[in-house]
C-alpha cells in the first residue's frame, strides 16, 4: 500500500498498488485520476465496459424494489433468466450461484449425483485437463491439479485424472469403471489461452456417449460473448450435457450459473444443493440486462469483426518486431500474445503505459477487453503495445 501503510488484506494476491477509482466505458481512472485502457475487464467480467447505462438503470431499478429474497421464495427474475438460458442452449435447467468456482462445483456434484440417481454409485471420477483453471476450492484446486494451486493445500481430494491438453488417446487412456465425467474448458483462459480443437472435442463427445459420461464445459472465462457466439460451445459445433458460466454474465454483479440438461441434473433434487445468495433479485437485473444486450445477433457479429480486425493489427504488430512476439493466439476476444519477456514486469510496463492486460502461464500476454470495443480502441491498444516494446 502506498505511504507505508499496513493493509489488513489477508496477503493472498500480489497486487499493484494503484487503486482505481472509476471507470467509464473501456476506460479506468486511478486516484490521480491517470487514465487506463481497460483490455482486462475485470478478468473478463465487464462485458459491456464500465457503467454501462442499461445495466445500471436495470440495477437501480431492481434496489429500488427490493435487493435479496431468498431461494424459498420463487420471483419472476430469475424465472425469466433461467427461461432465458435454456430457450437458446441445450439446456433443460439452470442453478444460480454467485461465482465462477460455484458454478463449476455444482457440475461436479450433478456428475456424482447423475451416476447416483442411475444406480451407478461407483462412478465418480472426473477427467479434467493439464494446464486448467476452474477456481480455488478444494475439489476444483484438485481438479486442475496444478501445483502452484495446490501448493500448502495437500492432500488433494481423491476423484480427478488429470490428463494432457488436446490428447484424445490420453482421455481414453484414462477413463476405467469409476469415470463419472469429464470437465474441460474449451478454450483455457489462466493456462495461456490455449485452444482445444473442433476435431478433439467432438471425439471426447463421442467417447462420453460411448461410455455413459457426461460432459462438462467450463465457460466462466470463454462464454458469454468472448468467442462471438454466446456460449463457447456453439463455436465449436459441439454440445456439452453440463456448463458453468459466471464472469461475463453478470458484467461486474457477482454472478454464476451451472446449466444442464434434464437428464444430467436427474440426481439433483431439492434440498441437495443450493446457494443462499445465487440468483437473487439484484443479480438477476443484472443477469438480465446482460441477456438483453449480448445475446443479440448483431451485437455478436460486432464481437465477430471487431475480433477479426484485432487479430489482424496483432499479427501485423508480430511482424514489425518478430524478435519479441512469438506467438498471437485465441478466439474472438479472447486473446494471447507470447512475448519474449518477463511476464509480470512486461504487463506492468503495459500498464504504466496506460494498457491493462492480464498475464497467464509464463510468458503470455492475456487481451479480455470489454466486448463493447471499437476499432479506435483497438488502435489506441496496439499503439501503446509497440511503444511499450520499443521501450523494452
Ligand atoms: C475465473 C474462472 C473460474 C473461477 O471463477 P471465480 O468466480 O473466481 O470462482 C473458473 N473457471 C474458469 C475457466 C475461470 O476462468
Redesign the pocket.
Known amino acids: 500500500m502506498e505511504n507505508g501503510q499496513k493493509s489488513n488484506v489477508m496477503k493472498v494476491y500480489s497486487r499493484s498498488p494503484i487503486e482505481m477509482k472509476r471507470g467509464e466505458g473501456v476506460y479506468l481512472y486511478d486516484k490521480n485520476n491517470k487514465k487506463y485502457l481497460d483490455f482486462a475487464a475485470g478478468?473478463?467480467v465487464n462485458s459491456l465496459g464500465h457503467g454501462h447505462p442499461h445495466l445500471i438503470n436495470a440495477l437501480k431499478k431492481q434496489m429500488d424494489e427490493v435487493i435479496h429474497v431468498s431461494n424459498m421464495y420463487t420471483f419472476a427474475g430469475q424465472e425469466k433468466m433461467a427461461k432465458r438460458l435454456a430457450d437458446i442452449s441445450f439446456a433443460d435447467y439452470v442453478f444460480f450461484c454467485s461465482?465462477?468456482?460455484?458454478s463449476?462445483e455444482t457440475g461436479l456434484k450433478m456428475m456424482r449425483a447423475y451416476h447416483d440417481e442411475t444406480g451407478n454409485a461407483n462412478k465418480y471420477r472426473v477427467i479434467t485437463i493439464e494446464g486448467a483453471?476452474?477456481?480455488?476450492s478444494m475439489a476444483?484446486i484438485s481438479a486442475s491439479a496444478k501445483e502452484s494451486c495446490l501448493k500448502g493445500y495437500l492432500p488433494a481430494m481423491d476423484g480427478f485424472d488429470n490428463v494432457p491438453f488436446n490428447d484424445i488417446e490420453a482421455v481414453k487412456n484414462a477413463i476405467c469403471d469409476d469415470t463419472a465425467g469429464i470437465l474441460l474448458?474449451p478454450v483455457q483462459?489462466?493456462g495461456g489461452i490455449r485452444v482445444n480443437s473442433k476435431e478433439y472435442l467432438s471425439e471426447v463427445r463421442k467417447i462420453c456417449d460411448e461410455n455413459g459420461l457426461l460432459l462438462m464445459f467450463?465457460e466462466?472465462?470463454?462464454g458469454i460473448g468472448r468467442l462471438g457466439k454466446f456460449f463457447a460451445y456453439e463455436y465449436f459445433g459441439v454440445v456439452p450435457d453440463i456448463i458453468?458460466i459466471?464472469?461475463g454474465i453478470g458484467a461486474g454483479f457477482p454472478l454464476?450459473c451451472c446449466l444442464a440438461t434434464a437428464n444430467a441434473c436427474s440426481g439433483m433434487k431439492a434440498g441437495s444443493h443450493g446457494s443462499t445468495f445465487g440468483g437473487n433479485p439484484l443479480a438477476m437485473a443484472a443477469g438480465n440486462a446482460v441477456l438483453d444486450i449480448i445475446n443479440q445477433h448483431e451485437f455478436l457479429g460486432h464481437v465477430q469483426g471487431i475480433s477479426d480486425f484485432f487479430r489482424q493489427e496483432l499479427d501485423a504488430l508480430q511482424n514489425r518486431h518478430p524478435e519479441f512476439i512469438f506467438d498471437v493466439r485465441g478466439l474472438g476476444l479472447m486473446l494471447g500474445v507470447r512475448v519474449n519477456t518477463e511476464i509480470r514486469e512486461f504487463v506492468g510496463k503495459l500498464r504504466e503505459n496506460g494498457l491493462l492486460t492480464v498475464p497467464a502461464g509464463t510468458d503470455i500476454v492475456r487481451i479480455l477487453p470489454p466486448l463493447t470495443i471499437t476499432k479506435e480502441d483497438v488502435k489506441e491498444a496496439i499503439d501503446i503495445f509497440e511503444k511499450t516494446i520499443q521501450e523494452s
Open positions: 478478468i473478463a461465482t465462477g468456482v460455484e463449476v483453471f476452474h477456481g480455488r476444483t474448458e483462459g489462466e467450463d466462466v472465462q470463454c458453468s459466471a464472469k454464476g
